[in-house]
């Protein structure tokens, strides 16, 4: 089991940044990839960016590249997302989860995440 903890989100002007938390507990957090999702009022989960467990490979979503940037520390069970150049688009309650997904890449589909946090809010004024 993995269970896992978001925070650092907050209310950020147009343009500000934010860095977002996520600690997990439970064994063997090294072996799971790491992705960020994001829900906005009204809308569904979408995907935002992943990171295999070694750290050696990212994906992010095309809203979110260039801005957005997925993390890991594995001897701190500890994953991050560094959000750059907010938009009021990018309002939302973002989760991390964690995904046993044995392939040499990263997938995008929240199926594949077996455990997830149970959000943090981040909300960009305009």
């Known amino acids: 089991q993995v269970q896992l903890v978001e925070s650092g989100g907050g209310l950020v002007q147009a343009g500000g940044s934010l860095r977002l938390s996520c600690t997990a507990s439970g064994r063997t957090f090294s072996s799971y990839d790491m992705g960020w999702f994001r829900q906005a009022p009204g809308k569904e989960r979408e995907f935002v960016a992943a990171?295999?467990?070694?750290?050696?490979?990212?994906y992010y979503a095309d809203s979110v590249k260039g801005r957005f940037t997925i993390s890991r520390e594995n001897g701190k069970n500890m994953v991050y997302l560094q959000i750059n150049s907010l938009k009021p688009e990018d309002t939302a309650v973002y989760y991390c989860a964690a995904s046993q997904f044995y392939r040499d890449y990263v997938t995008t589909n929240s199926k594949n995440y077996n455990y997830w946090g149970q959000g943090t809010q981040v909300t960009v004024s305009s």
């Open positions: 990171i295999k467990w070694s750290g050696g490979n990212t």
